[in-house]
């Protein structure tokens, strides 16, 4: 891809091979990042309402893009950012369930392999998480807060 990959937004991934000329394509649902781990593009999105959940795409190229298989949380879920340690993928997600009761609800999903994933539930003051990166082998989780996990 040279020195430019995809990029995601209102549910349209653009790609680049430079950097300057972007052509698009309709991904169906917003994606809200993209990262590349190596060997693959990831993506995650999704729309919080009754008829889409999150979702989580790979490409190898930013063109052919695939569902890694994710096991829904509810019907109103969003997977909001991802990142990548080399070892570990982590994505943070929101949800919405409405069973008798309105009930929000925050989350991790962890995988080893991009294939499956593991949830973890976040306590209501970790419901603002909003972006997570890697970087000086430590992950970075900000929200109302900044956070760190060796």
């Known amino acids: ?23 698009w394509q309709t991904m169906g649902q917003t994606m809200y990042e993209v990262i590349w781990d190596s060997k693959q593009f990831v993506t995650v999105g999704g729309m ?3 008829l889409t959940g999150g979702v989580i795409l790979s490409s190898p190229d930013g063109i052919s893009w695939k569902d890694l298989p994710v096991v829904a949380h509810s019907d109103e879920t969003t997977f909001n950012t991802i990142s990548y340690s080399g070892d570990l993928y982590i994505v943070l997600g929101r949800g919405v369930e409405w069973g008798g009761s309105y009930k929000e609800f925050g989350f991790l999903l962890t995988s080893n392999d991009g294939k499956v994933w593991n949830t973890q539930y976040l306590p209501p ?13 430590q992950f970075v989780v900000v929200g109302s807060e900044i956070w760190t996990s060796p």
């Open 1 to 23: 891809m040279g020195g430019a990959g995809p990029c995601s937004g209102w549910g349209v991934i653009y790609t680049s091979t430079d950097g300057v000329i972007w052509t």
């Open 48 to 50: 919080i309402s009754r």
């Open 125 to 137: 003051a970790f419901y603002s998480l909003s972006d997570i990166t890697w970087g000086n082998n």
